[in-house]
């Protein structure tokens, strides 16, 4: 009657779990968080629950808090703006030969910037695979995160990360740049997604942030695809600013990003979330946590 969810990595309980797949800047994590359906774990009446073994009691208490930790997305007009706005500028992108524009989102720390830029690559991905059926060995999205103080070798090899492609060590960095452009230009890569972009701190006295800010450019020059950024504050963190900066701030959409504040906006979010069905996504695209449930609460509860 109550079977456990089966789920990456058999050896959970024993801590020794492969959680590659919770890795967006890997293909296999990205086309994992591309794909996945969560379905809610069957609601047992109070009878059948108090009768179940022990073990199994648990298995099913286990079951209901992790689909209840699970992020929940929630439309917001904010997000919709960056979405449309992605999907916009991949359109104008598709035919340019050089200049192509990006977007920017930038804005204060825990406010969804990487939700949307995850979600807009997805939706970009899930529409090319609705377009391209049979085109399986496409990967539309490329999405990398900044490390902080990180050099123009270093971007690259999160490029090349993300392709898993056998890069040699003693690979110099135009080496690991022509095998990633090549990868990206036979894989029909549409959009890249870079995030935490202020790591990349051009105002700090050696040259690191910016040479690795020309490394970016000089990959947007070489794929045929949409770049997108989001970090803190950008605008502060010197990347706009200087010779540099004004070219990044004359190619990508600015896109400041706030957080939701209680209103008509998040009532209607709320009212929604309680007329949505368990099993149904919601079309949405910042997160809100579900209350997981109490240890020694009933499931219903």
Request: glycine share 8%.
């Amino acid at each position: 009657m109550v079977t456990r969810t089966a789920r990456h990595g058999s050896d959970d309980e024993s801590g020794d779990a492969d959680y590659g797949h919770l890795q967006l800047t890997t293909l296999d994590g990205w086309r994992g968080f591309v794909a996945e359906m969560h379905t809610a774990p069957n609601l047992l009446p109070a009878a059948v629950w108090t009768g179940l073994a022990e073990d199994k009691r648990d298995y099913y208490d286990d079951d209901r808090i992790d689909h209840h930790s699970r992020l929940l997305v929630v439309q917001t007009p904010t997000i919709r703006q960056v979405i449309a706005s992605g999907r916009r500028l991949v359109q104008l992108n598709r035919n340019a030969h050089y200049g192509r524009c990006g977007l920017m989102v930038s804005g204060p720390a825990r406010t969804g910037k990487t939700t949307a830029l995850t979600q807009l690559g997805k939706t970009v991905e899930v529409i090319h695979r609705r377009r391209h059926p049979h085109a399986a060995d496409d990967i539309p999205l490329v999405y990398i995160t900044i490390a902080p103080a990180a050099t123009p070798k270093m971007i690259a090899m999160e490029f090349a990360r993300f392709f898993d492609l056998p890069i040699s060590r003693r690979a110099n960095i135009t080496d690991i740049a022509d095998a990633v452009c090549g990868v990206s230009r036979d894989a029909r890569v549409t959009l890249v997604a870079v995030d935490e972009l202020h790591n990349l701190n051009t105002r700090t006295r050696t040259r690191a942030g910016a040479d690795a800010s020309d490394t970016l450019k000089y990959f947007s020059e070489r794929t045929p695809a949409t770049c997108t950024y989001a970090g803190i504050s950008l605008e502060r963190t010197g990347l706009l600013s200087g010779t540099r900066g004004e070219q990044i701030a004359g190619r990508f959409e600015h896109g400041p990003h706030r957080s939701v504040q209680p209103g008509p906006t998040m009532d209607r979010a709320h009212r929604r979330l309680g007329r949505q069905s368990a099993t149904t996504p919601a079309p949405a695209w910042i997160t809100a946590r579900a209350r997981p449930l109490p240890a020694q609460a009933h499931p219903r509860k």
